[in-house]
């Protein structure tokens, strides 16, 4: 038997003389999307906002080969749901209900700590403070036709039910009608209120501005193709959007400590995603990185997406040899990566050094695949080094905060003197006297 072919992932190490512009070459990821896309999407929203339910409808005939005489044969109803999670396996049952109360578990954790109203009274008696609400209605996008992921529609759906979001709103594909049992079942687990089985850049269209049919939503979210992140992009500020996300990334921390094989294989799991997905490893031992490249030899052979795998590996990938720990640390911070592990037997002592990642994932046993599906944290992340600013989707992507402030006559004392001079400066005339109407002095005697 033939000895299985190299990959030929990039061979780094950041005392190389030029690792400085190699690096920056693994980085590098445009996301800027096709001309041609843009214009199609375009047109699409365009039609969709003018034309309504005869826009869907021609789109889904023409795009999902899924001709029907009226919406009303797109929409799954609660009934649907419930007989699709009857019609999976046990297993399968039990599986979505733990994930979702794994999921559910840790969001009503975060509404706690992050997702509730608060106020306090100052000396002078003026009440200050935040007030926090769900919002009305909000659009799940899940992903169908080569794929489907009930995973994302619970990550999705459960933290704005925890939220309180009282009307969810799902939107997935059906090519030629062919409707995925598992994405209808975790719908039913999730609590999803309504559905619609239209996708594309019309679907984003009929949630962002409303159809006879489709109700208009305030916030859009979930992942799509080319065509839904570019109308997703283009309809933020008619209703909110999570993120535009790029290709998946999973970025290895490893100390030589775990097994050679775990880590070739958590490099497979984003690679496996698609040809643009990226997988990096940063580690201090060559002898190591030497195990992970022959084991990634070995293995890829009995992958069945092999073939995207490999191109992803050798396109976007990179194997790097780093000084030390605390360097990889560094180097992480500067990628952001979507999904970090820290491959070590002494994850918690570089923890506090990661500053920057979607999720970081502890030690040898916390494999990134577990937290794709039931770990309970979303796996909804910032991707293309956006975790410098981002932070993954919760409970307060569906909630929206407002401000609330009620000055008490005392208090109206001492602020009064402080903005009418401030506005004074500004030149606002009528900010200024709009308090000083409010002090115990005659009106206008600051000036």
Known sequence: ??????????????????????????????????????????????????????????????????????????????????????????????????????????????????????????????????????????????????????SSLLMNAVPAHVAGVPEIVMVVPTPKGE???????????????????????????????GTATVPQVDKITGPGNAYVASAKKRVFGSVGIDMIAGPSEILVLADGSTPADWVAMDLFSQAEHDELAQSILLCPDAGYIDAVQREIDHLLPTMPRAAIIRASLEGRGALIHTRSMEEACEISNRIAPEHLEVSSNEPHRWEPLLRHAGAIFLGAYTSESLGDYCAGPNHVLPTSGTARFSSPLGVYDFQKRSSLIEVSEQGAQTLGVIAAELAYGEGLQAHAQAAEMRLAKTPGAAR
């Open 1 to 150: 038997m033939s000895a299985p072919a190299r990959v030929n992932l990039r061979r780094l190490a950041t005392t190389q003389p030029d690792f400085e512009a190699a690096f920056r070459a693994v980085q590098h990821w445009s996301a800027e999307t096709d001309d041609a896309i843009e214009s199609r999407v375009a047109a699409i929203l365009s039609d969709v906002q003018q034309r309504g339910d005869a826009a869907v409808l021609e789109y889904t005939a023409r795009f999902d080969a899924l001709p029907v005489g009226s919406m009303g044969e797109l929409e799954l109803t609660q009934a649907d749901f419930a007989a699709a999670f009857e019609a999976i396996t046990p297993a399968q049952r039990d599986a979505l209900q733990q994930a979702a109360r794994r999921i559910r578990s840790y969001h009503e954790r975060q509404l706690e700590a992050s997702g509730r109203s608060w106020s306090y009274r100052d000396e002078d008696g003026t009440l200050l403070g935040q007030k926090v609400t769900p919002l009305d209605r909000v659009g799940i996008y899940v992903p169908g036709g080569k794929a489907a992921y009930p």
């Open 179 to 209: 409707r995925n049992t598992l994405v209808l079942a975790a719908a039913h687990v999730a609590g999803v209120t309504r559905a619609f089985t239209i996708g594309g850049a019309q679907a984003v269209a009929a949630l962002a501005y």
